[in-house]
């Protein structure tokens, strides 16, 4: 009932700047909270950023004070602003969406949803 769909990876240089999108659709009623994990090669999928609906954002240590999560209620939609990008951010990005819905049956439906994930390359 509930898709996620990241966009936006891409080839960017060393240093450079990224966008990120991550569209949430479906009946949705409440979008609790919203995250951003990667996957870099031969790595454990690790946490990078979550923004929730009563304001809290979360950063990992090794992203803070370069990337910046944020998100549009009305859309359903969170972004993730990489800048100063360092090869060690190459990695596939995975969105995650903490949802409320309503199921097929019109029950209440909570849950917690993965898009297929956008890959970064990082250059030199």
């Known amino acids: 009932q509930v898709q996620v769909v990241e966009s936006g990876g891409g080839l960017v240089q060393s240093g450079g700047s990224l966008r990120l999108s991550c569209a949430a659709s479906?009946?949705?009623?409440?979008?609790?909270?919203m995250a951003w994990y990667r996957q870099g090669p031969g790595k454990e999928r690790e946490f990078v950023a979550d923004?929730?609906?009563?304001?809290?954002?979360n950063y990992a240590d090794s992203v803070k004070g370069r990337f910046t999560i944020s998100r549009d209620n009305a859309q359903n939609t969170a972004y993730l602003q990489m800048n100063n990008v360092k090869p060690e951010d190459a990695a596939v990005y995975y969105c995650?969406?903490?949802?409320?819905?309503?199921?097929?049956?019109?029950?209440?439906?909570?849950?917690?949803?993965w898009g297929q994930g956008t890959q970064v390359t990082v250059s030199s």
């Open positions: 923004i929730h609906s009563d304001s809290r954002i």
């Open positions: 479906g009946k949705i009623f409440r979008n609790n909270a």
């Open positions: 995650n969406a903490d949802v409320l819905s309503w199921g097929p049956l019109d029950e209440v439906v909570a849950g917690r949803y």
